[in-house]
Antibody, heavy 121, light 107 residues
Framework: QVQLQESGPGLVKPSGTLSLTCAVS?????????WNWVRQSPGKGLEWIGE???????NYNPSLKSRLTMSVDKSKNQFSLKLTSVTAADTAVYYC??????????????WGQGTLVTVSS | DIQMTQSPSSLSASVGDRVTITCRAS??????LNWYQQKPGKAPKVLIY???TLQSGVPSRFVGSGSGTDFTLTINNLQPEDFATYYC?????????FGRGTKVDIK
């Protein structure tokens, strides 16, 4: 049974870099799935951050694109997120999620438990 | 970006009630619409994908309908475990966007 687990610092200083990793267990990251990041804050609700394929192809939310980098490490079966120049507005619960896709649909069928990241000095 | 407008933002209902939540997209999204349920402190869980397809393991009292810009999630015979927040989400175009949620609580 595939599971996702986020990890990373829970506190980041303003103007710093937020770095998170999502470990995939019980299955390979090198399958036909896109691996996503979604965040949730009280002020902005659920916000799609972006996605990465095991080949390294990415799609980013334009609102974050200038600060965002996603990567995949197939040897460790994990994918990662880096968000630079963070502000208090980046404080949120960050989720990693797997997307199941077909020709007519795609949806997030598997989620990590989420990790709270607070931006504060 | 495609804006997803959910209504109502909250509602109170009793066990056994039928509940209807609507979601409107700011432009046509065909049937690229998913519904998620979220309980406090937990990740969202998909209920319905492609507007009307029930995810495996989800009770049949959850019914999704609609296409184009207008969509509905109906919960028939509301059960105690259904009190939660529900979100619609479009995956027709990047960036994928979510509605603001509908909180269903106990009357």
């Amino acid at each position: 049974q595939v599971q996702l687990q986020e990890s990373g610092p829970g506190l980041v200083k303003p103007s710093g870099t937020l770095s998170l990793t999502c470990a995939v267990s019980g299955g390979s990251i090198s399958v036909s799935n896109w691996w996503n990041w979604v965040r949730q804050s009280p002020g902005k609700g659920l916000e799609w951050i972006g996605e990465i394929y095991h080949s390294g192809s990415t799609n980013y939310n334009p609102s974050l694109k200038s600060r965002l980098t996603m990567s995949v490490d197939k040897s460790k079966n994990q994918f990662s997120l880096k968000l630079t120049s963070v502000t208090a507005a980046d404080t949120a619960v960050y989720y990693c999620a797997r997307v199941l896709s077909s020709s007519t649909s795609s949806y997030w069928d598997l989620w990590g438990q989420g990790t709270l990241v607070t931006v504060s000095s | 970006d495609i804006q997803m407008t959910q209504s109502p933002s909250s509602l109170s209902a009793s066990v056994g009630d039928r509940v209807t939540i609507t979601c409107r997209a700011s432009q046509t999204i065909d049937t690229y619409l998913n519904w998620y349920q979220q309980k406090p402190g937990k990740a969202p869980k998909v209920l319905i994908y492609a507007a009307s397809t029930l995810q495996s393991g989800v009770p049949s009292r959850f019914v999704g309908s609609g296409s184009g810009t207008d969509f509905t999630l109906t919960i028939n015979n509301l059960q105690p475990e259904d009190f939660a927040t529900y979100y619609c989400q479009q995956n027709y175009a990047f960036p994928f966007t979510f509605g603001r949620g509908t909180k269903v609580d106990i009357k």
